[in-house]
């Protein structure tokens, strides 16, 4: 069965830093491209960034770009963000979601973990 | 990159079609078929409900589906269900190599 579990949200100031997980099980985690997608408390889904197989490919959003690193441990079965210099806008839930290698949509998500900018 | 635009509501009553729309640009929805659909239910994680503008997951039922016509994408529910309301978002691969949502739709079951 996959299962995605992101862990490592909570309570940061802002202009703080913050580093969210995801542990992948089930599934052959190092064949899959990889998402962060996140909303904010009453709002609609914002994708964040994307990672390929081997990291050879990165991609952010506009409003992340600059501040959140992507990156991941294949050995480890691992998908992680760093994000940095935060914003209360970047208060949200934050999913991890596994890429469809049949094209660019997510198939598998996990249960998300909430993210609180806030002094 | 903006949210691509969908109805903020769309209700109908049980057994009834409904068609929600999801408009972009030629850069992103009217520029591949990269268009798909999530189902989110309260305080839950979405679901994949439809992929490739109109190819269905396993799994998903076939009341489901859905199509593309120039820069507009819509889904279709057929003999609406109490168990469809939710909220449904569309999203798209973009030329920029990210991806982009949509607003959202709240589907009523009347």
């Known amino acids: 069965e996959v299962q995605l579990v992101e862990s490592g949200g909570g309570l940061v100031k802002p202009g703080g830093s913050l580093r969210l997980s995801c542990a992948a099980s089930g599934f052959t985690f190092s064949s899959y491209s990889m998402n962060w997608v996140r909303q904010a408390p009453g709002k609609g889904l914002e994708w964040v960034s994307s990672?390929?197989?081997?990291?050879?490919?990165?991609y952010y959003a506009d409003s992340v770009k600059g501040r959140f690193t992507i990156s991941r441990d294949n050995a480890k079965n691992s998908l992680y963000l760093q994000m940095n210099s935060l914003r209360a806008e970047d208060t949200a839930v934050y999913y991890c979601?596994?890429?469809?290698?049949?094209?660019?949509?997510?198939?598998?998500w996990g249960q998300g973990t909430l993210v609180t900018v806030s002094s | 990159q903006s949210a691509l635009t969908q109805p903020a509501s769309v209700s109908g009553s049980p057994g009834q079609s409904i068609t929600i729309s999801c408009t972009g640009t030629?850069?992103?929805?009217?520029?591949?078929?990269?268009v798909s659909w999530y189902q989110q239910h309260p305080g839950k994680a979405p679901k994949l409900m439809i992929y490739?503008?109109?190819n269905r997951p396993s799994g998903v039922s076939n009341r489901f589906s859905g199509s593309k016509s120039g820069n507009t994408a819509s889904l279709t529910i057929s003999g609406l269900q109490a168990e469809d309301e939710a909220d449904y978002y569309c999203?798209?691969?973009?030329?920029?190599?990210?991806?982009?949502f949509g607003t959202g739709t709240k589907v009523t079951v009347l």
């Open positions: 490739d503008v109109s």
């Open positions: 030629s850069s992103d929805v009217g520029g591949y078929n990269y």
């Open positions: 999203s798209s691969y973009t030329s920029s190599s990210t991806l982009v």
């Open positions: 979601a596994r890429e469809d290698p049949r094209g660019f949509h997510f198939d598998y």
């Open positions: 990672i390929s197989s081997s990291s050879s490919y990165i």
